[in-house]
């Protein structure tokens, strides 16, 4: 079991969770969640995963040809310059928006239909101490997860 800490002050931002061995896929987005049309956590609570894939901004263009998603578990995404695929990190932890609900939120424009914020626009949420640490999807158009930026945390070992 992990938890996971700001590496700026030293916060705990989660409770101690348990490894998954790869991020699940979202459940399907016929199944509602409180104040949106989009699919319940994609993490179960209490659980971590790291995200092996580019997931989130920045966003570069590919060639129209080619299809698939912007990004591992979501939907597509072009702007002016055509189609667009993830050129954002890898080795997010990817875990239930409520094991980290201790986080405040940075100004986000990247809202979706729902209200919710979609994520596109990068980290979005942050330890106590004002730091960027992690963006949060939570529209109806796109998975429902946190994603802690692996540069920003740091984590511990829960001793057995």
């Not at 971590?48 to 263009?61: K, L, N, R, S």
């Not at 979609?118 to 640490?133: F, I, Y």
């Amino acid at each position: 079991m992990m938890i996971f800490h700001c590496v700026e002050c030293g916060a705990a931002l989660t409770p101690a969770l348990t490894p998954l061995p790869a991020v699940p896929e979202p459940p399907p987005f016929e199944r509602p969640r409180p104040g949106a049309r989009g699919p319940e956590a994609t993490i179960p609570r209490g659980h971590y995963a790291i995200e092996t894939d580019p997931w989130g901004a920045p966003y570069e263009p590919y060639p129209d040809d080619e299809d698939g998603p912007a990004q591992r578990r979501a939907g597509g995404k072009s702007d002016m310059r055509g189609s667009l695929r993830s050129a954002g990190p890898r080795g997010n932890i990817v875990l239930h928006p409520d094991d980290a609900a201790g986080l405040t939120m940075l100004v986000d424009t990247s809202m979706g239909c729902c209200g919710g914020p979609s994520g596109d626009q990068g980290l979005n949420r942050a330890c106590r101490c004002g730091t960027p640490v992690a963006t949060l999807a939570a529209d109806c158009t796109t998975v429902y997860e946190l994603h802690l930026d692996a540069n920003s945390v740091r984590a511990d070992k829960v001793p057995d």
